[in-house]
């Protein structure tokens, strides 16, 4: 199972990028609905669409997939 | 299903095992609660078990874990070892809970039917949807006593009774040409709505319950009389029954004892503990008014079973579950005592 993204779906609210654990953790002002300073996190959005950076990091709560208004963002 | 007939072959050696009687390892993934019990236990890493998050949270299509039937030596100690029977092992067609050599968790939840006033609180309460209390109500009108008449002639089939009846026990025809007015006897309560809201006086009626007391009622009558069940196979012996039973008629017995902590502070409030967890044990609290700050994440660890499961979903390794006590019944297997054992130290 991994984390999977799909940018013709994303609508790049964002949603994801803050409802993720994981990037709270590393990152925590992205919990307040700010931007991350480090791209050390997971996913972030970027020119409008969701962007994964470290996906190996992702510990497949599904957190991510649960509040995704458009399956942009899902496990498999 | 896995079935028999395994060669092993070592430095040269061609081991062979019996092939005399038939094992047989068979998953229920209903009942799976995905705590990862077995896939530690396994002695050869034969299970995986899977993201146990996802596929509960966004109901996914795929099984909570895989055996690899190369690997699997059919041992049997992944369905002993299961807290919840999700894995049945058998020999012969004989399942291993029932083959007395085989250690097996001690684990109960008895409900007393002499002392279960069938409230059907632990129906409601109990996470798993695992007991049915099927019940039979008395009969209304024998818990009151009184009389009731209508007057046809004073009638005018106004239909207010009918409308007024809080027990539906009156039922008015108001077309023209086919007026009727019936009162049905064994829901009427005497409660005198109708003869009080009546525009024209038509109907008399008397509680008897009132004036003259409940002589003429047999208390016998009153009672509600059932039934209980627990559904042995998604019972995961949670104790909610035995907490929520206003009567002490639920007795449940954990084969853990242990602790849950939660660290708060690297809790993100993702939720993926309260979804996960087999016990409804956690949850988000309330807040407790303005300027007060509740946990993140708050539990009932009396329902705990302390199975392990919302741990090894946490993405952020902030919860902590810990087994202090396991209960099982006594074997000759040191193997077996050692995997028991060994739950202590996950």
Redesign the interface.
Known sequence: ?ELNVNQDNCLGCGVCVV????N??ISPEV?GGHGSRTEEIIMMVENGVIKLFSKEKC?????C??FCPVDAI??E | MIANTKEVKDKGFDIKRSAEEIRNLSFKDHVCIGCGICESTCPVEAIKV??I??????E?DIPKLEIDEEKCVLCGMCSGICPVNALDFTIDNKSISDIDTYPKYIASAEIDDETCIHCQRCEVACPREAITIPRSLPERSKLVTGEIEVNEDTCIHCGICDEMCPTDAIDVNRIPGEESILINKDKCVYCLICKKSCPVNAIKAACRSCSYGEYDIDMSDAVTTGSSFIDDETCVKCGWCEEICPVDAAKVKKQFKGTLNIDQD?C?????CIDVCPCDVLSFPESAGPATRVPNVGKEEQYCIHCGACER????DAIDVKITDVDYTPTKSKSWVDKFEALKNR
Not at chain 1, 59 to 63: D, I, N, S
């Open positions: 199972m409802a993720c654990p994981v709270v953790s919990s510990e497949k709560c599904g957190t997939q649960m899902f496990l | 899977g993201n998050g996802p596929i509960v949270r966004n996914m690297k993100t409030t993702c939720g993926t979903a946490c993405p952020t």
